[in-house]
């Protein structure tokens, strides 16, 4: 049976699409970035330490940053 990702914050309600920002504790509680920090980073339920929920980098930024060090590569040595 797969884990279920919760889509919304379990304090506010708020909806946490893929992708947005959320933060989650070992027990998959699922809080928005205002209630993880009014909570003191910690779950009110489980009382577990909340942690930022993994998300996808996009492809684009990816490619940016590794032309960004390749450069800086290139222009440090010499
Ligand atoms: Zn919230
Ligand atoms: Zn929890």
């Known amino acids: 049976m797969a884990l279920e990702m919760k889509s919304a914050c379990e304090q506010c309600g708020k909806s946490l699409a893929d992708g947005h920002l959320a933060f989650i504790c070992t027990y998959e509680c699922t809080f928005c ?3 993880a920090a009014a909570l003191e980073w910690r779950c009110p339920i489980c009382r577990g330490e909340l ?7 996009p492809p684009a930024e990816t490619a940016l940053s590794a032309t960004e060090t390749a450069g800086a590569l290139n222009s440090g040595v010499g």
Request: charged share 30%; net charge positive.
């Open 33 to 35: 970035p205002y209630g």
């Open 51 to 57: 942690v930022r929920r993994p998300g996808r980098v």
